[in-house]
C-alpha cells in the first residue's frame, strides 16, 4: 500500500508555471491535444507563464513551444501530460530531470484499461515515487482553480469564468468534474475542482488534506468510486470534518455499480455497509445522487450553520409549502410554531399567514405590488426567535433580485441559514435568476426537496461540528 504523502499538492491549484505537452493541432479534441488546454488557459485569464512541449515546435496560440522540456530556461511548477500512454514514463523521468514536482497525467488508456495498462501505471508508480514527483491522473482533467484562471482540460470549452466561492468539488470520474456539466450556466461557488482519474499517486486522502487547509474552501465535495486506504481516509476526514463539512457521493451501492466502477478507473470493489459506516463514524456526510453532490454544498459557501433544527417555510404557494414541510420531517428538521408576537404580525397582514408554512398566495393575490410585503414577511418569519433554519419558496423571476437585494443586509444581521426554492413556467428566466442569487450569497435551487434536505445537512453537520470540537 503507498505511503500517504500530503506534500506538494499547491502546485497543481496555484502554479506559477506550466508545461503543456501534447498536440499543438487545433484541430484535434482528444485527450492528447495541448492546443485545447492551452486556449482554455488562456481564455480563463490564467497569469502564469505556459511552455507548449511537442517535438515539432514551432508556435502555439502566440505561445513558443519547445521541442522537450529541457530547452525551457527557466523553473516549471506543473506539467500536463496529453500524451501517448507509451510514452508517459520516458516523458515522466524528463520532468523529474527538469526538477518539476506536480504532474497532470491526463492521458487514459492505463489501469482501466486492462493488463496491460496496469503494467504501464505501474511503470508511472515507481517514477514518481523514486523521483518525489506528486501525480495526478492518469486518465484525468485535472483541475480548475478559478481564483488564478488555471484549468487543465484539453477539450474546448465555450465559456470562460465561473462563480467563484467556497465549495472544493473532488471526483473520480471527469463526468462528475467539469468534463460533463455545465458549469456556465450552473451557479455553483466554486473554490477548487480536481478530477483524480485513477489515482495512482494524488488520491482522496491527499485532496482531504490540502481542501481542509484551503482558506478558499469552505466546504468539501467528494464522489469517490472506492477508498484505497480506509485507515488514512478516517483519519484524514476526522481531521477535515473538524474543520469545514466533507460530502460524499459513493456510488456503487449495488454489486453491479461495484464491478462498472472497476472497469472505469480500476477501483476496488467494496462492501457498501463498510463504506456507510466508516462515513458515518469519521463524521462524513454522505449525498445520494450526482444533482445533491453539486448543489447541496451550496448552504455551506454563504451561510451560516444552524444553532438547531427548527424550521420554518415562506411561500408564495399553498402547494410548496406542502412538499417542503414532507420533505423537511425527511430530513430531521422540526417544523415550528411561531411565536404569539410573529402571529400577531403576520395575522394583521392576513389570516392565511399565521401559520407555519406561511402561504403568501392569498395576500398576494390582491396586493398591487407584492414585493415589499414578501419582504417584509421573510423578515418577520426569520426574526422570530423559534426559528433556526428557513426554505423561501418563490417565484424564479427577475423581479425577485431586488427584494433579495433589499434583504441581504438584514439576514446578514439575522445570521440564520436559508435556501431558495425558485418555481415559474420559463426555464431560462429561472435559471438566470438562480445564477444572480447564487452571486449575491443565497444558495438557490430548482428542486424543493434539495433546498430542504440541504438545510438538514447543514443541521446534521452542526452537530457533527460540535461533537468533534468536544
Same mark, same amino acid.
Given at each position: 500500500?503507498?505511503?500517504?504523502r ?18 499543438l ?9 495541448a492546443f485545447?488546454?492551452i ?11 505556459i511552455y507548449?512541449i ?7 496560440l ?5 521541442t ?5 530556461s ?6 500536463m501530460?496529453l500524451?501517448p ?7 515522466l523521468?524528463?520532468?523529474a &530531470?527538469?526538477? =518539476? *514536482?506536480?504532474?497532470?497525467?491526463g492521458t487514459e488508456?492505463?489501469?482501466e $484499461?486492462?493488463?496491460?495498462g496496469? @503494467? +504501464? ?14 501525480a ?13 484562471g488555471?484549468?487543465?482540460?484539453p477539450y474546448?470549452?465555450?465559456f470562460?469564468?465561473?462563480l467563484k466561492?467556497g ?11 467539469f ?5 456556465k ?7 477548487k475542482?480536481?478530477d483524480?482519474?485513477?489515482?495512482c499517486?494524488?488520491n482522496e ?10 482558506p478558499?474552501?469552505?466546504?468539501i465535495?467528494?464522489? &469517490?468510486?472506492d =477508498? *484505497?486506504?480506509?485507515h ?7 481531521? $477535515?470534518v473538524?474543520?469545514?463539512? @466533507? +460530502? ?8 453491479a455499480?461495484a ?7 480500476g477501483s ?5 455497509q ?11 456526510i454522505r449525498?445520494?445522487t ?7 454544498p451550496?448552504v ?25 414541510m414532507?420533505a423537511a ?15 400577531q ?18 395576500l398576494?393575490?390582491v396586493?398591487?405590488d ?7 414577511i ?6 422570530d ?11 424564479g ?11 441581504k ?6 445570521s ?6 425558485l ?6 428566466g ?15 435551487y ?6 430542504v434536505?440541504?438545510?438538514g445537512i447543514a ?12
Amino acid at each position: 500500500m503507498k505511503a500517504h504523502r500530503a506534500d506538494g499538492l499547491s502546485a497543481f491549484f496555484e502554479p506559477a508555471s506550466v508545461a503543456v505537452f501534447g498536440s499543438l493541432n487545433d484541430s484535434t479534441f482528444s485527450m492528447g491535444n495541448a492546443f485545447g488546454a492551452i486556449k482554455n488557459m488562456l481564455g480563463f485569464g490564467f497569469k502564469g507563464k505556459i511552455y507548449p512541449i511537442n517535438p515539432s515546435g514551432g508556435k502555439a496560440l502566440g505561445l513558443k513551444a519547445y521541442t522537450s522540456v529541457g530547452e525551457v530556461s527557466e523553473p516549471i511548477d506543473l506539467a500536463m501530460l496529453l500524451i501517448p500512454p507509451k510514452v508517459v514514463p520516458e516523458v515522466l523521468n524528463q520532468c523529474a &530531470l527538469k526538477g =518539476i *514536482r506536480s504532474v497532470i497525467i491526463g492521458t487514459e488508456n492505463f489501469a482501466e $484499461a486492462g493488463e496491460d495498462g496496469a @503494467v +504501464l501505471q505501474k511503470q508511472v508508480v515507481e517514477i514518481v515515487r523514486r523521483s518525489g514527483i506528486r501525480a495526478l491522473g492518469p486518465n484525468t482533467l485535472g483541475v480548475l482553480s478559478p481564483s488564478i484562471g488555471l484549468i487543465t482540460t484539453p477539450y474546448l470549452l465555450d465559456f470562460h469564468s465561473v462563480l467563484k466561492g467556497g465549495i472544493g468539488y473532488c471526483s473520480q470520474s471527469g463526468l462528475v468534474s467539469f468534463g460533463g456539466h455545465p458549469l456556465k450556466d450552473k451557479g455553483y461557488p466554486i473554490s477548487k475542482l480536481c478530477d483524480f482519474g485513477n489515482k495512482c499517486d494524488v488520491n482522496e486522502v491527499d485532496l482531504l488534506d490540502y481542501l481542509s487547509n484551503d482558506p478558499e474552501t469552505t466546504v468539501i465535495s467528494m464522489h &469517490l468510486e472506492d =477508498i *484505497r486506504d480506509g485507515h488514512a481516509f478516517m483519519e484524514a476526514a476526522r481531521k $477535515a470534518v473538524s474543520k469545514k463539512p @466533507v +460530502l460524499v457521493f459513493k456510488p456503487g451501492r449495488s454489486k453491479a455499480g461495484a464491478k462498472a466502477a472497476a472497469s472505469h478507473t480500476g477501483s476496488l470493489a467494496g462492501d457498501d455497509q463498510i463504506y456507510e459506516s466508516a462515513f458515518r463514524q469519521a463524521g462524513v456526510i454522505r449525498v445520494n445522487t450526482m444533482r445533491e453532490f453539486w448543489e447541496v454544498p451550496q448552504v455551506f459557501s454563504s451561510q451560516p450553520l444552524p444553532k438547531g433544527n427548527r424550521f420554518a417555510i415562506v411561500s408564495a404557494t399553498g402547494g410548496g409549502g406542502v412538499i417542503c414541510m414532507d420533505a423537511a420531517v425527511e430530513a430531521g428538521l422540526a417544523p415550528i410554531t411561531f411565536t404569539a408576537p410573529t402571529i400577531q404580525k403576520l395575522a394583521g397582514l392576513h389570516p392565511r399567514l399565521a401559520h407555519n408554512p406561511i402561504d403568501m398566495g392569498p395576500l398576494l393575490s390582491v396586493i398591487a405590488d407584492p414585493f415589499p410585503a414578501i419582504e417584509d414577511i421573510v423578515l418577520t418569519a426569520l426574526s422570530d426567535v423559534n426559528v433556526d433554519c428557513a426554505t423561501l419558496v418563490l417565484p424564479g423571476i427577475k423581479e425577485m433580485l431586488e427584494s433579495f437585494r433589499h434583504l441581504k443586509p438584514h439576514l446578514l444581521d439575522i445570521s440564520k441559514p436559508i435556501t431558495v426554492f425558485l418555481y415559474g413556467t420559463g426555464l431560462d428566466g429561472m435559471e438566470e435568476t438562480l445564477r444572480q442569487l447564487e452571486a449575491m450569497g443565497f444558495p438557490t435551487y430548482l428542486d424543493p426537496e434539495i433546498a430542504v434536505k440541504s438545510l438538514g445537512i447543514a443541521v446534521t453537520y452542526s452537530k457533527i461540528k460540535s461533537r468533534a470540537m468536544q
